[in-house]
């Protein structure tokens, strides 16, 4: 593995997806900045990890709702070398699913705050830098939510997912010619440690039942489909939502199969 001096920043990168995206991109000898907002403990395990590859990596603690924050991550990475990637993937959903009326309006503040304005102060600094460095790639992780609506469940949470797909076709469009692409993956169920424990063990086996491939994804499958899509392979790739749910788009909508309720974290 030749290292580069390039840097991706992974948001949300301590654990689950992120941490499978930052693990996958530093083996491709990518330099990694890692940002966690709470568990400081994961984050310092993923960066072993990457750096274990040969790989640069610093993890920072920061709030992407938070301008200082952001600006410090940012300076934090530029210290790696030239920033040319970012994934956009901290994220939130609720700690109770049901309908729209039964849902607190400090959280669906929160969930909108974080999936999307987080995404768009992180792209806007991001661009800044990528302007400089002659181009770069951005991914934002979007949801099948945001086609399905995912009525009863988080409605607020998927509206937030549809603006992050708004978001990354009408930026990828505005930035092109700056040699900056846009593109988002919008993941079904995943089984990440957090889903494993709040999703019951029946939930999990009907929903691999229905998949055409016999299962379910597993946060490797995201992070693979990043690498494509941040490396030279897709440079001729923007303004592009690539679904990742095995085929079964429209599982989330069969009553069978509809989420069970966890209770609140």
């Not at 750096?51 to 790696?80: K, P, Y």
């Not at 990528?130 to 992780?141: A, D, H, L, R």
């Not at 016999?214 to 939502?241: C, E, G, K, W």
Request: charged share 20%; aromatic share 4%; with cysteine.
């Amino acid at each position: 593995m030749q290292q580069s001096s390039e840097v991706t920043i992974v948001t949300g990168g301590g654990r689950g997806i992120g941490a499978a995206i930052a693990r996958k991109l530093a083996a491709d000898g990518r330099s990694i900045c890692l940002c966690y907002r709470q568990d400081e403990a994961a984050a310092e395990a993923t960066a072993a990890g990457v750096t274990a590859t040969g790989a640069r990596c610093t993890a920072v603690r920061a709030d992407t709702t938070n301008d200082a924050d952001i600006d410090r991550l940012f300076a934090a990475a530029a210290e790696l070398g030239p920033i040319t990637g970012l994934v956009n993937n901290a994220g939130v959903t609720t700690n109770r699913l049901g309908p729209l009326a039964d849902t607190a309006p400090e959280t669906l503040r929160r969930v909108t705050e974080v999936n999307v304005v987080g995404y768009l102060l992180c792209a806007r600094r991001a661009i800044q830098e990528m302007s400089k460095n002659g181009g770069g790639s951005i991914v934002n992780i979007s949801s099948a939510a945001a086609t399905l609506g995912s009525p009863g469940e988080y409605v607020h949470y998927a509206a937030s997912k549809a603006a992050v797909d708004a978001m990354t076709v009408g930026l990828a469009k505005e930035v092109a010619p700056n040699g900056i692409r846009v593109n988002a993956v919008a993941p079904g169920f995943v089984r990440t440690p957090r889903l494993l424990k709040a999703l019951s063990p029946e939930f999990w086996e009907g929903v691999s039942r229905a998949n055409p491939l016999r299962r379910v994804a597993i946060p490797a499958d995201i992070a693979a489909a990043m690498l494509f899509l941040t490396s030279d392979l897709a440079r001729y790739v923007t303004a592009n939502v690539l679904t990742l749910d095995g085929g079964t788009s429209s599982i989330a909508a069969l009553p069978e199969f509809r989420v069970p309720r966890p209770s609140p974290a």
